[in-house]
């Protein structure tokens, strides 16, 4: 799905997300965004991708940010690029590579305070 602007001004190209819901826990998701972005400063490789990965617990999963529970956020920017279009669709391969990651199924779904409780 497309990502609309989460990298503001330094973003160039589209930005891909990806949300995986859990499978007992409806309103439990992983949103993990990637898109790709200039840097100044680096004249060989002006360009990199920044992945967003976003954890979250919200009480309706048809609007999450209006009935967030809890949320959790990192960021880290891989690899840099010569181009613009380099980056973009390096960021495109990450956002596809990650529908076939099953490391995602080892959050359990809670918010910290919640797994405390049990």
Do not use: K
């Amino acid at each position: 799905m497309r990502g609309g602007e989460p990298g503001g001004d330094y973003q160039v190209g589209d930005a891909f997300s990806v949300r995986f819901r859990h499978g007992d826990r409806p309103g439990a998701m992983i949103t993990q965004t990637t898109y790709a972005m200039s840097i100044a400063g680096d004249r060989e490789r002006p360009f990199l991708v920044r992945v967003e990965i976003e954890w979250l617990v919200c009480g309706d999963p048809e609007d999450p940010g209006a009935t967030e529970r809890w949320s959790d956020r990192h960021s880290y920017d891989a690899q840099s690029y010569r181009t613009a279009a380099e980056a973009e669709r390096a960021a495109r391969r990450l956002a596809d590579e990650a529908l076939s990651d099953d490391s995602w199924l080892t959050w359990d779904g809670l918010a910290p305070w919640e797994r405390d409780e049990n």
